[in-house]
């Protein structure tokens, strides 16, 4: 019995168990962090290195009423015009549509480590 590991093995057990993991962390959150009232605001986190002003804009776009900025400025509050609003702002690079609250609390302990200095 032959229990040595090649460098392929080791790389397609690595890829596979990265790609499980962001699939995972994906589909949780997606599902734990959707927005219980809609109608009263959503957060639209995009990209990190998205721009400020196309964060806004592709909110803007996809049909709602843009609030403020959520902490960093990838992340947009807004209140949605219409309930197929998700998939609009999805298409148009939207990484999560989730409630206001719950990434509130997600970025709290990185808006306080960075009062500090």
């Not at 962090?33 to 639209?44: F, I, N, S, W, Y």
Request: proline share 9%; charged share 15%.
């Amino acid at each position: 019995m032959n229990n040595s590991f090649s460098p392929l093995r080791i790389s397609i057990d690595f890829t596979l168990l990265a790609c499980l993991s962001a699939g995972t962390f994906f589909v949780t959150a997606s599902t734990a962090l959707t927005p219980q009232h809609p109608d009263r605001g959503v957060a639209v986190v995009f990209a990190p290195w998205t721009t400020p002003e196309a964060a806004l804009a592709r909110t803007v776009e996809a049909g709602a009423r843009f609030v403020r900025f959520g902490g960093p400025k990838f992340v947009a509050i807004a209140i949605p015009d219409d309930p197929g609003y998700a998939a609009r702002v999805f298409a148009a690079g939207a990484w999560f549509v989730v409630d206001p609250q719950a990434i509130a609390a997600c970025l709290t302990p990185f808006e306080l480590a960075g009062a500090d200095r």
